[in-house]
């Protein structure tokens, strides 16, 4: 796993920003494995679910993402259910994916590193 990504900061993106091109998808998506490419409503986004032993956890780590989308102007969609968390992003402004929807999944991957209990670092796919 590539996790340079994760010390990335987000850049301002403005209508008309570009997408991320159709030949660089491949390699970004491999830097954030276990994230899935979905299309919603014609709009490419990541999605991944994240797995917690209890409600607490898995709210715990939606308040640190919810801490890190304001630290970088930068917001998901996010389901929080009992012992999971289903983080979803991209840039609304260009209606589909920016570099910045790949280094905020990579930031939420090492938050869930940190939060995981040991030997447990892996969220569900």
């Not at 979905?38 to 999605?47: A, E, M, P, T, V």
């Not at 590193?113 to 040991?118: F, I, L, T, W």
């Amino acid at each position: 796993m590539d996790r340079r990504l994760a010390t990335e900061r987000c850049e301002a993106c403005r209508p008309g920003a570009p997408r991320v091109p159709t030949a660089e998808l491949p390699g970004l998506l491999a830097a954030v494995p276990g994230w899935e490419r979905i299309d919603r409503d014609g709009s490419d986004r990541l999605r991944r679910t994240y797995r917690f032993p209890d409600f607490a956890s898995a709210l715990a780590f939606t308040g640190q993402v919810g801490t890190l989308a304001e630290a970088e102007d930068h917001h998901p969609t996010i389901l929080l259910r009992w012992g999971q968390v289903t983080i979803t992003w991209w840039t609304h402004v260009i209606g589909g994916l920016h570099r910045n929807d790949f280094i905020m999944a990579a930031k939420c991957d090492a938050i869930y590193r940190e939060m995981a209990p040991a030997g447990d670092a892996s969220p569900a796919g």
